[in-house]
Each structure stands twice: as C-alpha cells, then as structure tokens.
C-alpha cells in the first residue's frame, strides 16, 4: 500500500471516529434533556396538583364535589377507596354546605359499590348537617346506582341512563369448539369443585345452581340496599317491583316517575339552588401523581430515551 492511500484510510478513519463521537454525544444530549423535560413537567404539574387542592383558608362556603366516574372496580380512579376518600375529605372540610356525587359510571363491582353504599350511609349518620346529593349525568346504572341509593337525594337529566338494578356473572363454553379441533382437556384439581364453571369441561347442573345462588344472594342485597335508600320513593310511585328490580334501564325523566330518582339537576343547578353554595370545589381524588405523569408522559419519554440507547435517530416530521 502507498504511503498516500495509508494517509488516505487513516484520514477516513478519523473522520468515521470523530462521526461516531459526535452521534454518541448527541444521544447523550437527547437523555439528558429527556430527563430534564420530565422533571420541569413533574414540577409543574406537582405546582398545577397544590394549587387546585382545596383551601380551607380563602375557599368560603362552598359545595363539595367528588366525582364517580366509569366503572366502579378496586383499581379504577372510581374504587371505594379513592371515592370515600375525598367524600371523607368533603365532610370534614370547613365550609362544606352540602355533598355533591357527580356519578357518571355504567357500574362495576357488587364489593365496591356496597362499600362505597354502606359508608355513605354511616357518614351521612354521623354528619347530619351536611345533605349528600347524587347527580347521575350521562349515567348511573347498576353498580353506580347502588351508590346513588345512599344519598339523601338522587337528581337526574331527563336522557340520563338510569337502573339496571340486576347481577351479572358469565362466561363461555368451548367443549364443542375443542372436539372440532381435535383437543382433549387434562385438568387436575384437588377439591372436587375447584374448576368451577370451567369454560373447557361440560356444564354441570350442581353448579350452575350453586353459582345462580350467589348472584340471587347479591341481587337480593341489591335490592335490600335500594329499598332502603328508595323504599318511601319507590312504594309512592306504586310501581311493579318485579319489574323495576329486573336490570332494565330506564331514562331520567321515566326514572322519576318510577321513585329511582327525585328531581331533574345538574351539579351547577344543584348547589345553586339546593345546597344554596353556587361556588364548588372539586374532593375528588386523584391518582398517584407520579403514575398519572408516567402515563402521560411516559410513551414519548421511553421512546426518546430507548432510540437513544439503541443508538436509532428519530427524524421529526
């Protein structure tokens, strides 16, 4: 090789180098400002959280809101424990004039609506000076409705989707799908009746039974609940029972009549002129900050970060 083309490689060579240093730096600059990015967002967002926490120092009388919102399950923003929380935090505010459940929510869990239920029933006990007020929107039918039962009042639009006062518990069969494939089920179980309702075994009568058992049982604490919070109502409106205690929905405006629900309001009208305090302040609380930041943030964050790792150059377009 001649001496011009060694100087000629080692030239390239250099240049690659210094090309690959510069790319390294880049990526190292991308996470650097990924990272910074995130904390500024955390920041602020931890400053936008303390300014809409309530004060009890300049907020003067108000009406409390918290909402219920989509399905009723232990892990969801409506579970009984994030719910009764800020209904507990409503109730022992200072210049709390009245509770407003802001339920928008098709239901969900028998074991969270009944603890949020039965919870309200106690607070309500305890602090009878501060009326609770359910106003179903778009609506609030089984599990959601189980809740409205215990406030002292239910209000609704006239469109609202109301009731479903009914249990629902199933699955599906596959033992004829299984046979045309050719499959064959092994199970092992230990307790004659641990595979339950298997969806690959053929139905059994004792079972079914038994299961039919449990969900009249729930249905009939359903019942029990809402003839509680709703029973006055319900027994004016001489309705059928039979009927109404089915799963069938109903609208608003037909819900009244039934004794489901006792007035047409939205939470603005409800405070204005029930509860009499126009000013409300939202109880309801939230989900752990950082989770809400990392599932806002958190898919364009990675992404950044992973290309950089990966050493891959993401071209804005």
């Known amino acids: 090789m001649s001496e011009e083309n060694a100087e000629r490689e080692a030239l390239v060579e250099l240049l690659k180098e210094n090309l690959r240093e510069q790319r390294r730096a880049r990526r190292w600059r991308l996470i650097f400002r990924s990272v910074v990015l995130a ?23 108000h009406t409390a809101e918290v909402a219920i919102k989509g399905p009723i399950m232990a892990d969801s923003p409506a579970s009984a424990d994030r719910v009764l929380q800020g209904v507990e935090r409503a109730f022992e505010a200072d210049n709390v004039e009245g509770i407003v459940l802001r339920i928008n929510s098709p239901g969900g869990s028998a074991v969270q609506a009944r603890q949020i239920y039965q919870e309200l029933r106690r ?13 179903i929107e778009d609506i609030g039918a089984s599990g959601a409705y189980y809740v409205a039962a215990g406030a002292d009042k239910i209000f609704v639009n006239e469109s ?12 599906f069969g596959f033992q004829e ?43 009939g604490q359903f019942i029990a ?16 029972e039979e009927r109404l205690f089915s799963g069938l929905v109903w ?21 204005r002129d029930v509860i009499g305090a126009e000013k409300r302040v939202d109880y309801t609380v939230q989900g752990n900050l950082v989770s809400q930041f990392a599932d806002r943030f958190g898919t364009a964050f990675g992404r950044g970060v992973f290309e950089t790792l990966l050493g891959l150059e993401y071209q804005p377009r």
């Open 225 to 240: 609940a809402v003839r509680q919070g709703r029973g006055e109502a319900i027994e004016a409106a001489e309705v059928d």
């Open 251 to 271: 609208t608003g405006s037909r819900s009244l009549e039934l004794g489901l629900a006792d007035e047409l309001g939205s939470a603005r009208s409800v405070a």
């Open 39 to 61: 904390l500024v967002v955390l920041g602020v967002a931890l400053l936008a959280r303390t300014g809409l926490s309530p004060s009890q120092d300049d907020t003067g009388p």
């Open 177 to 219: 799908a299984m046979k045309k494939l050719g499959i064959e089920r092994r199970l092992y179980t230990a307790g004659e009746n641990k595979a339950l309702l298997d969806p690959f075994s053929p139905e059994d009568e004792a079972e079914v039974e038994h299961v039919q058992a449990m969900v009249d049982e729930i249905h």
């Open 123 to 135: 607070l309500r006990e305890t602090h009878e000076d501060t009326p609770v007020y359910a106003v």
């Open 160 to 171: 609202s989707i109301v009731g479903s006062i009914g249990v629902i518990m199933g699955g």
